[in-house]
T-cell receptor
Framework: GQQLNQSPQSMFIQEGEDVSMNCTSS?????WLWYKQDPGEGPVLLIA?????ELTSNGRLTAQFGITRKDSFLNISASIPSDVGIYFC????????????FGTGTRLTIIP | EAGVVQSPRYKIIEKKQPVAFWCNPI?????LYWYRQNLGQGPELLIR????????DSQLPKDRFSAERLKGVDSTLKIQPAELGDSAVYLC???????????FGPGTRLTVL
């Protein structure tokens, strides 16, 4: 099935650094979502974006809905150890009923 | 409030054996999803239920996979017979009608030997 292109595939950073990751699609989406998945758990929603150009924050996380509706970006400021995990973007064509198309994931590791 | 419950958490079987996964969604969530997550990939939708009706099963390999949600609450996903390529994590998610957020369960990790 289709998977969105997410980059980078993995990141190794030091605690306190800022993190940026992005997600691109060949298709237009009307909703972009960002999830975090910890080992042995299901994905947990971090931020939802519903409008092209929208910039939304959730604590230290900021996400943007690309103006072309084919991409999205997630930034994490001042990373802390609990930020470790895999981050997935997901696109959705319509609110609610449409399936989520997930990205390939960005694995974030914090170096002590 | 309890989240999405899945069982078993882990399952190891030999190829050609049948296997079943169970999901109990969050109370009051009418929409239920089954996803498959291969190693190093994001989840991919297998089937979506609105109450007891399967409204999107286009991605479900129907030759060996089946699912049911008879009373519109909990659901079972079955594979018969299992193949080596079915090794993956099977995630269940549910959603309340008025909201867009899908809540995921912890998944069942299937290993087919």
């Amino acid at each position: 099935g289709q998977q969105l292109n997410q980059s980078p595939q993995s990141m190794f950073i030091q605690e306190g650094e800022d993190v940026s990751m992005n997600c691109t699609s060949s298709s237009i989406f009307n909703t972009w979502l960002w999830y975090k998945q910890d080992p042995g758990e299901g994905p947990v929603l971090l931020i939802a974006l519903y409008k092209a150009g929208e910039l939304t924050s959730n604590g230290r996380l900021t996400a943007q809905f690309g103006i072309t509706r084919k991409d999205s970006f997630l930034n994490i400021s001042a990373s802390i150890p609990s930020d470790v995990g895999i981050y997935f973007c997901a696109g959705q064509s319509n609110f609610g009923n449409e399936k989520l198309t997930f990205g390939t994931g960005t694995r974030l590791t914090i170096i002590p | 409030e309890a989240g999405v419950v899945q069982s078993p958490r882990y399952k190891i079987i030999e190829k050609k054996q049948p296997v079943a996964f169970w999901c109990n969604p969050i109370s009051g969530h009418n929409t239920l999803y089954w996803y498959r997550q291969n190693l190093g990939q994001g989840p991919e939708l297998l089937i979506r239920y609105e109450n007891e009706e399967a409204v999107d099963d286009s991605q479900l390999p129907k030759d060996r996979f089946s699912a049911e949600r008879l009373k519109g609450v909990d659901s079972t996903l079955k594979i018969q017979p299992a193949e080596l390529g079915d090794s993956a994590v099977y995630l269940c998610a549910s959603r309340e009608d008025s909201y867009n957020e899908q809540f995921f369960g912890p998944g069942t990790r299937l290993t087919v030997l």
